[in-house]
């Protein structure tokens, strides 16, 4: 059974910096396609940032240049930093693991989610 779980997530000033982790049982992140997702109060879920097998990254449009998506296959660990960050960023903010080595960054394309990190930036 997959099992994600996100942390590093917390409350920071607009320009602050918060580094998200995810950890997973029973999946390898070597193998399969990975994502950062998130959703606000009252909006959907959207997709933020997503690492292939090979470390090929994609992001979404209001992260690019601010965010940067890693992962440590030894640790099984796939990691979120987020720089400069802005009101507009706050959301719970989920790990999410594909079950193909091909993805997009929308939310049908991952089966496995954890139970998200909330990210709080202040003005």
């Known amino acids: 059974q997959v099992q994600l779980v996100e942390s590093g997530g917390g409350s920071v000033q607009a320009g602050g910096s918060l580094r998200l982790s995810c950890t997973a049982s029973?999946?390898?992140?070597?193998?399969?396609?990975m994502g950062w997702f998130r959703q606000a109060p009252g909006k959907e879920r959207e997709g933020v940032a997503r690492i292939g097998p090979a470390g090929t990254t994609s992001y979404a449009d209001s992260v690019k240049g601010r965010f940067t998506i890693s992962k440590d296959n030894a640790k099984n660990t796939l990691y979120l930093q987020m720089n400069s960050l802005q009101p507009e960023d706050t959301a719970m903010y989920y790990c999410a693991a594909a079950s193909s080595i091909f993805c997009r960054l929308i939310v049908a394309t991952f089966a496995y989610w954890g139970q998200g990190t909330q990210v709080t930036v202040s003005s």
């Open positions: 029973g999946y390898t992140y070597r193998s399969y396609c």
